[in-house]
């Protein structure tokens, strides 16, 4: 057994045996001193149908098992090649208990092999990997796979995954192996022979593996020296981009198929002028332009001319990896002088090594996911440069495992100290420092901005991608948020002196000098905290549904939201809970008084210290919010509201406040204090003007270039604009006569275009009606029906499974409106059920709407109507993502023609070919043009 793998795969018709589930194809390769020498598959017979979508996803049809042997009859053979081996397969819990399952109800015993997952192993060696599915996986270390969902070719590439993590294991230091050893038992793969086998040949190895060092007994990738070279610029502008964008230039050079594009110097240009005229701008930058590349040019070179560094803000980590990965190593190949990038993220986003190394020390009792994610984390230390979480995936509850390592818990700030030396976080500030250009996020940029510029380096020019998100980012910081689950995870990271809590680990290690703290006290009153603290939420709770039993409209997350203006909607229900909101603030204020006197103890443990001060903290935090949401009022300048989970916990509440108006607060705190910012986007127009945006925003009019750059795509050709006249009206209550007309309409199109399409939802409640009703009407053997918040996975994940199946459509609502590219064949039709108007009871539209009422506006026209021509400009966007896209915009909402207001969503997006028809005609007409 000692060298010998067997790698198992099963193809299923389904995903439970207990359903009658049955095995429909089997793949054995079996690998001896780390060479494949035996291989075996056979077909079985499942006695039953072979699903249609089973058939669409494996190729195996009911005809390929008609005279295949049944399992009882091929059972002998299979367990005869499983015996002394390891059994290896990916995701080995499905193909071992569905394999032992069959064996079972056959009268075999069950296999108990010591077992191998190579998703498990994959994840902890690779935690840098996009994705753990096989084929993805495959791809990334770059194993050829030419038959996905077939066992035996599935099995081959399982067997090369698995002698490829072998010799990653065998690449990584003595304290990482000791480490994952430690954590061995807690996994599902039985990997302490290979893990013992390795740390032995290591203990007696001489040879010193330079790309490592030791830091508080773990391995950590070793710092490379970073050389700053500094370059006094003396070209002009314009030259430096005639090097660049001209005929014979370094874009031409580097750059295949190179097409010069006017808009985009005219953009870099636009920049640099407000740039050396001190002015902000505001540039909409249509598709295809390439915005990214045009703001970086001038940026760069401003920043290095002048010697003054320039921040850049976007509004995902999307698009800062895009910088990162691709924009800035072009832009170096491009420019004949050096120049100095630096990524910055809060510092919940960065580990703390010495947190770390405590979690790996003293948290020995941890569920599963806590156990994967210290050993992805063992080995990621060993790989990453920044100590940047987002560099990996974790599974679900490691992220709440992070925060409590991560460097927000850090309290160092002393420069000498061996912490600060070696904290990630401290370098990425350090770096950022020093750099010519520093990307951050539009979270951090706000952070920054409401904490008086203490976070990022000093800069006086910015540059502010993704635009449209920048108010709504800045509400939320300039606003205060609360909710159930970090109130009680705040709580019970601290716990009482009787748990094994961090607490019990403070009082054990801060010396016998405990007479200072009162634990008999502390834990009186921390249960009195725990229970009011779910006592509140819970009330808060039924007092929204109470509120709203005349109103049961949600919004599109799925979501009961109330406004509350201070005194609420039942006067005496309303003050039970001011009530209980003051008590907690009484209990939390007390837990800090009885943590004071522990900050004296000379003798305790510096982490510990720094953990004290954090937690005393953040019980400082949820007393701030609570007096904020519950005992200060100021209705005019603040709109207040609670969230509840319709179906979710009795105590699923979220608290949230935000300033009604942003545009006097932005004006001050960010444009009146800077030089130069430029605000970019492809959706900061309405009907070409950009006023909407600049009053919300707060741009000083005197100081505001304005610019907006055409795509060089032709949508005339590429693009046709559909809207049917014969919907039913969803304002006469016939919601689901409207629905299934879209249903209809969906299916109809699926027809012309193959699938391959993206529908727009503005409510969940619409799209979840839509889904079920398709479920009944389409042919499941020829289209894959997807679902944001139905299907399972994140947005990336719903997306990239749109494209990995033909026929294939994609329904999707809020987030979906916008920063989901799928170019090329992948779309041709992009249909939105219905203008994206806010909801009208939304808490923020209707505390906008009264402040614009009381100024004299008309709500609609300023608020709106703006808001939902943007929006619609970024479902739009979503089809035509390259000079070769062609599809068409399908909008069910008629309103668009027949409203006076109407002309305002046509004329904001690009020049396109409009019908305005039946149903019948329009589809005819979709046919034709395609």
Not at 43 to 53: D, K, Q, T
Not at 843 to 860: C, D, I, T
Request: hydrophobic share 40%; charged share 25%.
């Amino acid at each position: 057994m000692e060298n010998r793998y067997v790698v198992l795969d099963l193809e299923t018709t389904g995903h439970s045996p207990a359903n009658a589930d049955k095995i429909i194809e089997a793949g054995i390769v079996v690998i001896e001193d780390d060479v494949i020498t035996e291989e075996f598959s056979t077909f079985l017979n499942p006695s039953r149908p072979i699903p249609p979508f089973i058939s669409n996803l494996t190729g195996i049809t009911d005809d390929d098992v008609r005279h295949a042997p049944v399992f009882q009859n091929k059972a002998s053979e299979l367990t005869a090649l499983l015996e002394n081996s390891w059994l290896i397969a990916h995701n080995v819990t499905f193909d071992l208990g569905f394999l032992n399952e069959e064996l079972a109800s056959h009268g075999f015993s069950r296999l108990e092999n010591q077992v191998i997952d190579t998703v498990e192993l994959a994840r902890i060696l690779y935690p840098q990997a996009p994705s753990y599915k096989l084929e993805q996986l495959a791809g990334y270390l770059q194993i050829e796979h030419e038959a996905p969902h077939r066992a035996l070719m599935d099995a081959y590439v399982t067997a090369e995954l698995f002698l490829e993590l072998k010799n990653k294991l065998h690449s990584l230091p003595y304290e990482t192996i000791a480490h994952l050893l430690e954590l061995e038992k807690g996994l599902n793969s039985d990997l302490y022979s290979l893990l013992q086998q390795q740390k032995q040949k290591l203990a007696f190895s001489v040879y010193e593996d330079e790309r490592f060092e030791t830091y508080r007994g773990m391995a950590v990738r070793k710092r490379a020296n970073e050389k700053q070279e500094k370059l006094l610029l003396d070209t002009s502008f314009g030259h430096f981009l005639d090097t660049i964008y001209e005929t014979g230039g370094a874009m031409q050079q580097h750059m295949n198929h190179y097409e010069r594009r006017d808009g985009q110097r005219d953009m870099s240009e636009t920049v640099y002028d407000a740039f050396q005229s001190q002015n902000h701008a505001l540039i909409e930058a249509e598709t295809g332009t390439g915005k990214t590349l045009a703001y970086l040019l001038p940026s760069i070179y401003e920043a290095v001319k002048s010697r003054k560094r320039i921040v850049i803000s976007t509004y995902t980590t999307q698009l800062q990896s895009q910088l990162l990965d691709d924009e800035i190593p072009l832009i170096r190949h491009l420019v004949q002088f050096p120049f100095h990038v630096a990524l910055l993220k809060g510092k919940q986003h960065y580990i703390s090594l010495e947190k770390f190394e405590r979690a790996l020390t003293f948290e020995q009792e941890d569920n599963y996911d806590i156990i994967l994610t210290k050993a992805m984390i063992l080995v990621w230390l060993t790989e990453t440069e920044t100590g940047d979480i987002d560099e990996i995936q974790l599974p679900s509850s490691g992220y709440i495992f992070f925060r409590k390592v991560s460097s927000d818990m850090e309290d160092t700030t002393d420069p000498s100290s061996p912490e600060f030396a070696r904290s990630y976080y401290q370098r990425a500030r350090k770096k950022a420092q020093q750099a010519d250009i520093v990307i951050t996020n539009h979270a951090l940029l706000c952070t920054d901005m409401v904490n008086d510029y203490q976070l990022l380096p000093a800069y006086k020019k910015a540059i502010i991608d993704e635009a449209h998100h920048l108010e709504e980012t800045a509400a939320k910081h300039y606003g205060a948020s609360l909710d159930y689950v970090f109130a009680q995870n705040m709580l019970s990271q601290i716990g009482m002196t009787s748990e094994n809590s961090w607490l019990s680990r403070l009082l054990g290690g801060a010396s016998n000098n405990l007479d200072v703290f009162a634990a008999g006290k502390w834990d009186d009153l921390f249960t009195k905290a725990r229970h009011e603290t779910d006592d509140l939420f819970r009330m808060l709770f039924q007092y929204v549904l109470d509120q709203r039993q005349k109103d049961k409209s949600l919004s599109d997350i799925g979501r009961i939201q109330y406004r509350f203006d201070g005194d609420g909607g039942d006067a005496d229900q309303w003050n039970t809970v001011i009530e209980m909101a003051t008590r907690l603030t009484y209990y939390l204020r007390d837990l800090i008084h009885l943590l004071s006197p522990l900050t004296q103890l000379e003798t305790m443990d510096t982490g510990l210290a720094e953990e004290l001060n954090k937690n005393m903290e953040d019980l400082q935090t949820v007393i701030d919010r609570l007096e904020h949401l519950f005992l200060s009022n100021d209705a005019s300048k603040e709109v207040k509201w609670i969230e509840i989970e319709a179906y979710g916990a009795r105590n699923a509440v979220y608290l949230y406040s935000e300033p009604v108006a942003m545009a006097p607060l932005l004006r001050e705190d960010f444009f009146q204090q800077k030089e130069s910012i430029i605000l970019t986007s492809a959706t900061l127009t309405m009907r070409d003007s950009f006023t909407f945006m600049q009053n919300r925003l707060g741009l000083p009019e005197e100081k505001a270039l304005t610019a907006k750059i055409k795509s060089p795509f032709s949508y005339e050709t590429q693009v046709q604009l559909m809207i049917p006249d014969d919907f039913p009206d969803i304002k006469h209550g016939k919601l689901d006569d409207f629905v299934a007309a879209v249903s209809e309409a969906i299916l109809s199109m699926a027809h012309i275009t193959d699938g391959r399409m993206l529908v727009l939802f503005t409510s969940y409640d619409m799209l979840k009606r839509a889904y079920y009703l398709l479920k009944e009407i389409i042919d499941v053997n020829k289209y894959m029906l997807i679902a944001q918040g139905i299907s399972s996975g994140s947005r990336s994940r719903l997306k990239k499974n749109f494209q990995t199946f033909d026929n294939a459509i994609l329904l999707g609502t809020s987030s979906f409106w916008e920063g989901v590219d799928i170019p090329g064949d992948d779309l041709s039709c992009v249909m939105i059920a219905r203008l994206p108007f806010q909801p009208p009871n939304h808490p923020v539209y209707e505390a906008k709407s009264s402040h614009l009422k009381q100024e004299g506006k008309n709500p609609f026209v300023e608020l709106a109507l703006p808001d939902a021509v943007i929006r619609f400009k970024q479902g739009f966007g979503r089809l035509i993502r390259s000079a070769r896209d062609r599809g068409i915009v399908f909008v069910c909402d008629s309103r668009i023609r027949k409203a006076r207001y109407g002309k305002y969503f046509i004329d904001s997006i690009p020049s396109v070919p409009v019908t305005f028809d039946s149903t019948q005609t329009i589809l005819e007409k979709a046919e034709e043009w395609f």
